[in-house]
């Protein structure tokens, strides 16, 4: 229980409470371990938690009248999801799907909204969280509208080096399947196998889910 409060200490949901008061709420909360691509949270579901990724990563997605889904975010460890839900109550935007295995706790709706209302700082987080959540959003148009797929890679993969490698060589392990973080990207996963592809002349190579960058410098270049 110590290791998961001092994931939850960690969530934006509770900056700026002291470690007393996180810890006696979240005595209160469920956790559940869901398997990969298991659904915690249906679209257009009646509201009844709200959640915070413990381990794993989780999947948010949205559908349309004929069914095919598009993922629109994945949850990583101390991230929540259903916050928004303080706003005011309603139903699920969203659905929910545990990439490849996941820990989540869940807070009543009501018992938490009963604690936001004795500690208001969690109404100013939760629109916090909502205004990073909108601002990401709209990053995520403007990289649909102004860059290519091999771009949006090249991005993705220059996150995940370390600043000090300007120059150097990079190994790293992508976190999740390829079909993740195509979802992820707002590619088809044949999308982003040929953006890969259009990599190799920057000197990005990759065997399973293992990338190695020649020279991050080359890399940016192709950003």
């Given at each position: 229980?110590?290791?998961?409060?001092?994931?939850?200490?960690?969530?934006?949901?509770?900056?700026?409470?002291?470690?007393?008061?996180?810890?006696?709420?979240?005595?209160?909360?469920?956790?559940?371990?869901?398997?990969?691509?298991?659904?915690?949270?249906?679209?257009?579901?009646?509201?009844?938690?709200?959640?915070?990724v413990?381990?794993?990563f989780?999947?948010?997605?949205?559908?349309?009248?004929?069914?095919?889904?598009?993922?629109?975010?994945?949850?990583?460890?101390?991230?929540?999801?259903?916050?928004?839900?303080l706003?005011g109550?309603?139903?699920?935007?969203?659905?929910?799907?545990?990439?490849?295995?996941?820990?989540?706790?869940?807070?009543?709706?009501?018992?938490l909204?009963?604690?936001?209302?004795?500690?208001?700082?969690?109404?100013?987080?939760?629109?916090?969280?909502?205004?990073?959540?909108?601002?990401?959003?709209?990053?995520?148009?403007?990289?649909?509208?102004?860059?290519?797929?091999?771009?949006?890679?090249?991005?993705?993969?220059?996150?995940?080096?370390?600043?000090?490698?300007?120059?150097?060589?990079?190994?790293?392990?992508?976190?999740?399947?390829?079909?993740?973080?195509?979802?992820?990207?707002?590619?088809?996963?044949?999308?982003?196998?040929?953006?890969?592809?259009?990599?190799?002349?920057?000197?990005?190579?990759?065997?399973?889910?293992?990338?190695?960058?020649?020279?991050?410098?080359?890399?940016?270049?192709?950003?």
């Amino acid at each position: 229980m110590l290791a998961k409060n001092s994931m939850l200490l960690q969530s934006d949901l509770f900056a700026g409470l002291d470690q007393a008061t996180v810890e006696q709420f979240t005595g209160t909360a469920e956790f559940r371990t869901f398997a990969a691509d298991e659904k915690i949270v249906a679209e257009g579901q009646q509201e009844s938690f709200v959640y915070c990724v413990m381990n794993g990563f989780v999947r948010l997605s949205k559908s349309e009248s004929a069914g095919r889904e598009a993922d629109i975010c994945v949850c990583e460890p101390g991230d929540t999801f259903g916050e928004y839900l303080l706003a005011g109550g309603g139903s699920y935007a969203y659905s929910a799907r545990s990439a490849d295995g996941a820990e989540v706790a869940l807070f009543a709706l009501a018992e938490l909204q009963a604690f936001a209302d004795q500690h208001p700082v969690v109404h100013r987080n939760v629109m916090r969280i909502m205004g990073r959540h909108l601002l990401g959003a709209m990053d995520c148009i403007a990289g649909d509208r102004l860059l290519t797929a091999a771009q949006r890679v090249a991005n993705y993969l220059m996150s995940r080096c370390p600043a000090s490698a300007a120059t150097s060589r990079v190994t790293f392990r992508l976190p999740y399947r390829k079909r993740i973080l195509a979802g992820k990207l707002g590619l088809a996963p044949e999308a982003l196998s040929r953006a890969f592809a259009a990599l190799a002349p920057s000197g990005v190579e990759v065997r399973g889910k293992v990338v190695l960058v020649d020279s991050v410098d080359l890399l940016r270049e192709a950003c």
